[in-house]
């Protein structure tokens, strides 16, 4: 009776978080659209601040070159304050994904410490509302990564995959072979790691995951 309720428990745990998921990524949509429509209006706004004082003649077509011009630099100031959604684009159904690498990491782990699984990505609309892979509430929806900078799905100990069936899509086709963003190896073959990248890859994750509040910038000035 003792080991039924304990399961009844986690099953309804689970269903709680699945629960929990689904009510945030309508939340994080919904937020998402106001702040596109929010930076759509203010691109406007400030392009034509910018033209009043520097003309006493305004045309549409000047309005609507500066404005996009303007909208550009809005856009990169909500990427880097880190409130956007991030979903993998362009999605493809991981459980059909027909591009899986055959890196025998069986070989390696020893040596590597399954370091690709610190690599920072952004899940899919799949994976977020299938509901097994965790993700960070604070930067949605990236991968869920612990303290030590790792996937939150990997066990410490063997360094194997927990949620291997489901795992992401960049889980499945990344090729430590041969990877011009993310070298692991100094030389695959005679499996010498490449130490200089466990630095990037901290350094990188640090930034990416830090939360950022009080540190945003609040200058409604638009720069040049």
């Known amino acids: 009776m003792q080991s039924e309720s304990k399961t009844n428990t986690q099953n309804n745990s689970h269903e709680l978080l699945k629960e929990i998921t689904r009510g945030l990524l309508y939340t994080h949509t919904r937020i998402n659209a106001n702040t596109t429509r929010t930076l759509e209006a203010s691109s406007f706004l400030y392009a034509l601040i910018e033209l009043l004082s520097e003309k006493d003649i305004l045309s549409i077509e000047e309005l609507d070159k500066r404005k996009k011009q303007v909208a550009q630099r809005l856009v990169h ?24 690498t055959e890196v025998d990491c069986g070989s390696r782990r020893h040596i590597c410490k399954a370091i690709c699984c610190k690599f920072p990505f952004a899940l899919s609309r799949q994976d977020v509302e299938e509901g097994a892979i965790r993700w960070e509430f604070g930067r949605p929806y990236l991968i869920a990564h612990g303290d030590d900078g790792y996937c939150i799905h990997l066990d410490r100990e063997s360094y194997r995959c927990t949620v291997w069936e489901q795992r992401p899509v960049p889980c499945r086709g990344f090729d430590c072979e041969d990877n011009e963003k993310w070298k692991v190896w100094e030389d695959f073959v005679e499996m010498v790691i490449n130490d200089g990248m466990i630095k990037q890859i901290d350094d990188s994750n640090e930034e990416i995951y830090t939360y950022q509040n009080s540190n945003v910038n609040n200058d409604d000035k638009v720069e040049e």
């Open 77 to 100: 100031k909500f990427v880097e304050s880190k409130i956007g959604l991030l979903y993998q684009d362009p999605e493809c159904d991981k459980y059909t994904f027909e591009h899986e």
